[in-house]
């Protein structure tokens, strides 16, 4: 259980467009879910925590409207990156958290990650 | 707000080595502790969750313990394997209603030696 897919796992764009990445809990209902940036060799920053049905809320520092979260579903979130630039390149990775049955108690279950490339 | 740190930032031992990997944060005030494996270019695998009434945890070869009133929780890995290098992070809970993600350490890079 508590499994959290990311899709896609890597993608490479040209400047100036648009990529989503979705994040979803596959055998758990996530209470909220979490939006992570790590650049290389350097530790995963909080960008944003997503909950169900509600805005987003944003980290100090990361743009609202650069990038769009939307949490439409208990198993859902979307991160799109609008008007990518080279400097937005980097490894996304989502987490989702809830009460799964076996588990320590609310904890954050990872997805795979979205390496993004923008040229 | 919460600071995490992870000494050493990088470590090599032979392969057989017991190691212990060290973590530690600035505010007290925690819910919880998780130390992740991440491969490179990976995403997170979770090893063990602390949580913040508890004093260790175990996993197979992994053990880790938690001093929260000294803001402090190390990761020990027993007899250790080539398998086992990675980068390993160490992450903390705060709270904040259930609302607030992790803070996370900037890791510490493993290597064990064949």
């Known amino acids: 259980g508590a499994v959290v897919s990311q899709h896609p796992s890597r993608v490479i764009c040209k400047s100036g467009t648009s990529v989503k990445i979705e994040c979803r809990s596959l055998?758990?209902?996530?209470?909220?879910m979490f939006w992570y940036r790590q650049f290389p060799k350097q530790s995963l920053m909080l960008m944003a925590t997503s909950n169900e049905g509600s805005k987003a809320t944003y980290e100090q520092g990361v743009e609202k409207d650069k990038f769009l979260i939307n949490h439409a579903s208990l198993t859902l979130s979307t991160l799109t990156v609008t008007s990518a630039h080279p400097e937005d390149s980097s490894f996304y990775i989502c987490s989702a958290r809830g009460v799964v049955q076996g588990g320590q108690g609310d904890e954050q279950y990872f997805g795979p990650g979205t390496r993004l490339t923008v040229t | 707000k919460q600071e995490v740190t992870q000494i050493p930032a990088a470590l090599s031992v032979p392969e057989g080595e017991n190691l212990v990997l060290n973590c530690s944060f600035t505010d007290s005030a925690i819910y919880n502790l998780q130390w992740f494996r991440q491969d490179p270019g990976k995403g997170l695998t979770s090893l063990l969750l602390?949580?913040?009434?508890?004093r260790e945890q175990t996993s197979g070869r992994l053990n880790a313990s938690l001093d929260k009133s000294s803001g402090r929780s190390t990761l020990y890995i027993a007899a250790s394997q080539p398998g086992d290098s990675a980068t390993y992070l160490c992450a903390v809970w705060s709270g904040g209603g259930g609302a607030d993600g992790l803070t996370f350490g900037k890791g510490t890079h493993l290597i064990i030696q064949p």
């Open positions: 055998d758990f209902q996530a209470t909220t």
């Open positions: 602390i949580q913040s009434s508890q």
